[in-house]
């Protein structure tokens, strides 16, 4: 079984529509990240978080927000989705004890806002 | 501030042919580096990462990575491309003693192979 999990893989909604996006994990890292995907921007942060009462906003995190549930469920929210929220979403976890902070990613979420 | 740079949007070698990815980083410090891939329709898979001693890291798959200090670079060479290659490249450098909030990626390298 995979060590980070993405729910949905695949989502459509429309403008205006508040849809979540969850990832688990049982790696047993206390901390875990937001990135999303864009052609040629490579990955950007949106949120991460360092334990469960430790949330942290990333460099877009506008129009996203985020909820630590348990240490191994950390779900991103879309409010009211707009198209360029369009993208590929993934989930990453990382070992506070691990040096240099070595991240594990999920599969990814296809996210795709009309 | 942290940067890295990955000047080959896409590149194509054929099957067999020895390959080098390129990424500049720009840093004040000795950074932390890593090189992930990504596989159509799949997340991202650390390939290997350098964190000190020596500078040419090996890694999974048959890859290998130099750091170059003077050069600020951080290349991922490869001495013989196979089809299962074809993907897509991430360089990424984090801060040493960073909390790993800051880790900044490249905007990746697509690797065709040519049969």
């Known amino acids: 079984d995979a060590d980070v999990t993405q729910t949905p893989r695949n989502r459509i909604t429309k403008t205006g529509k508040r849809i979540m996006l969850e990832c688990s994990q049982t790696?047993?890292?206390?901390?875990m990240y937001w990135y999303r995907q864009d052609p040629g921007l490579g990955l950007r942060l949106i949120y991460y978080?360092?334990?469960?009462?430790?949330?942290n906003k990333g460099e877009i995190s506008d129009g996203y927000s985020v909820s630590r549930q348990a240490q191994a469920k950390f779900s991103l929210s879309l409010e009211s989705a707009i198209p360029n929220q369009t993208a590929l979403y993934f989930c990453?976890?990382?070992?506070?004890?691990?040096?240099?902070?070595?991240?594990?990613f999920g599969p990814g979420t296809r996210l795709l806002v009309l | 501030a942290q940067s890295v740079t990955q000047p080959d949007i896409h590149i194509t070698v054929s099957e067999g042919a020895s390959l080098e990815l390129r990424c500049n980083y720009s840093?004040?410090?000795?950074?932390?580096l890593f090189w992930y891939v990504q596989s159509p329709g799949q997340g991202l898979q650390l390939l290997l990462k350098?964190?000190?001693?020596?500078?040419l890291v090996q890694g999974i798959k048959g890859f290998e990575a130099e750091f170059k200090r003077s050069q600020s670079s951080f290349n991922l060479r490869k001495p013989s491309v196979h089809w299962s290659d074809a993907a897509e490249y991430f360089c990424?450098?984090?801060?040493?003693?960073?909390?790993?909030?800051?880790?900044?990626f490249g905007s990746g390298t697509r690797l065709s192979i040519r049969p």
């Open positions: 990453a976890t990382s070992d506070r004890a691990s040096r240099g902070g070595t991240q594990y």
């Open positions: 790696k047993g890292h206390d901390r």
């Open positions: 978080s360092f334990d469960v009462k430790d949330i």
């Open positions: 840093y004040g410090a000795t950074p932390y």
């Open positions: 350098y964190f000190s001693g020596d500078t």
């Open positions: 990424a450098v984090a801060a040493i003693y960073s909390s790993a909030s800051k880790i900044i």
